[in-house]
């Protein structure tokens, strides 16, 4: 059974960094693109960021661009989001999902819920001021 389990999530004061990792296993996940997304408490789920296939592009979300950065290795089917500079305002669960296609170039496909297929339990990051 496919599955996505993310780790890396914890406590860490304003200006601090985490890594978060998002290991995949069950089947192959280096022909999909991969996103992050997070969801604070009485909010809605938000995109984060996403990586495509093998890759070349990535895309993150106007809140964390220039702090966090995505990644990935398909040799270890391993998706990672670098977080760093964090402040309280990212305070929340974190997600790990497998997006639907392959490459994207539209934030209105990339963004939306929708599009991925395949969800991770998710990850908890606090951020103390």
């Known amino acids: 059974q496919a599955q996505l389990v993310e780790s890396g999530g914890g406590l860490v004061q304003a200006g601090g960094s985490l890594s978060l990792s998002c290991a995949a296993s069950?089947?192959?996940?280096?022909?999909?693109?991969m996103g992050w997304f997070r969801q604070a408490p009485g909010k809605e789920r938000e995109f984060v960021a996403i990586i495509t296939w093998n890759g070349e592009r990535t895309y993150h979300a106007a809140s964390v661009w220039g702090r966090f950065t995505i990644a990935r290795d398909n040799a270890k089917n391993t998706v990672y989001l670098r977080m760093n500079n964090l402040k309280p305002e990212d305070t929340a669960v974190y997600y790990c999902a497998k997006a639907r296609g392959s490459t994207y170039f539209s934030a209105s496909s990339y963004s939306r819920d929708a599009e991925y297929d395949l969800w991770g339990q998710g990850t908890q990051v606090t951020v103390s001021s």
């Open positions: 069950g089947r192959t996940f280096s022909n999909y693109a």
